[in-house]
């Protein structure tokens, strides 16, 4: 039972195929989307988007977004999308180093929760850039 | 005679010269108009997604208090002008400056800009308008993370009650050739706002965790999604106004030669007759 995914940013539309589900992490815990959900409408949280089609797994990375369900299809709406392989590993980790940095010496005037939010999503990145080799393999669930 | 044929022919060299340039710079904006239009095209989906599910949502709500959306009274106005960092477009940074001078000069102390791009920061900055912030050096490629910045900046300093409105200026790509500057009002948002006033009951939708939260959400996306499509509008705009400007100083130019080359060949027919009857003037003397 396949159902209508599309995921778009600003800049282009990112996927756009059928899939069997899809699951993201919202901001009140993870869900999974089957055909024939009801309309829902949900912010995500920093994490990866999970599509499952004909028994393959594809991963990709979100950072901020959110996803719009209707009767036809589900949208995902994001900033920022990316499969593993586009994943700028090295920029990663340095962003990561960067946020650690500030939260340990804690200047005067850090923006905590912003500085946080930057070291989720460079470690959000991290590990899904890890996954590279599993976007590859097929899963038999 | 010869001194002016020497003069004509300098001329038409030098306009020659001039051609080439505007001829190489129409070549150049052809190509990035090309590329503008591929990412303006590329960004409707997102914002029509957005636009759609606020619309479902303010329509689910019915009437809802958010502050985004409610009038107050207006004190203090916030412009965000987008112009282009460099000229020779034609009226292009001209009619978004005149737009909004046209409208703010009667209220100056009332009244701050965000400026996007340095023509209209110079203009303003040189008259003596209070500039809150600038964006320089990327109104021909602009990113999502500027409209961000922006919509930040914006949205702080709007809930902190330091501006009761923001307008954003911007130049509508019509078509190639033509280009309108647009005056648009951001905060409180008229488009929304109609939206909230005709209430209708769309399918059931679930908001999860709930509906004000997810609107919390979605309108400051809104906000930054608009401000996004105005400044891709414009560096599309900006493309189309320097190539119909580089178009029409080559056309200029080919007749300005034109018009030199005849002027040439009449001087250099007359010095030709001039020296005939002298020299026939002359044989005639001998006999």
Redesign the interface.
Known sequence: MAFKL?I??????FFSDEVDMVIVR???GDLAILKNR??????LDIGKIRIINDGEEKVAAVTDG?I?V??EKA?V?T?SVEWPEEIDIERAESAKERAENRLREKKEGLDVARAELALRRALNRLDIANLKEFNNEKINQ | MAESTRDIKRRIRGINNIKQITKAMELVSSARLRRARIKLEKSRPYYNTVYENIKEILGELGNINHPYLNMRDVERSLYIVITADRGLAGGFNANVNRMVENEIRNKKDKVSLIAVGSKGRDYFKSRGYDVKAEFVGMTENPSFSNARNIGNIVMEMYEKEEIDEVKIVYTEFISTISQEAKMLKLLPSDSLAEEKSEKKKSAIVEFEPDADEVLDYLIPKYIQSVIYGALIESSCSQQGARRTAMENATDNAEEMTDELELSFNRARQAAITTEISEIVTGAEALK
Do not use: C, Q
Not at chain 1, 8 to 13: E, F, G, M, Q, Y
């Open positions: 599309e778009v940013t600003p800049d282009k539309a919202g901001v009140e009801a309309p829902l409408i949900t912010p959110y719009s209707t009767k949208t709406i900033d």
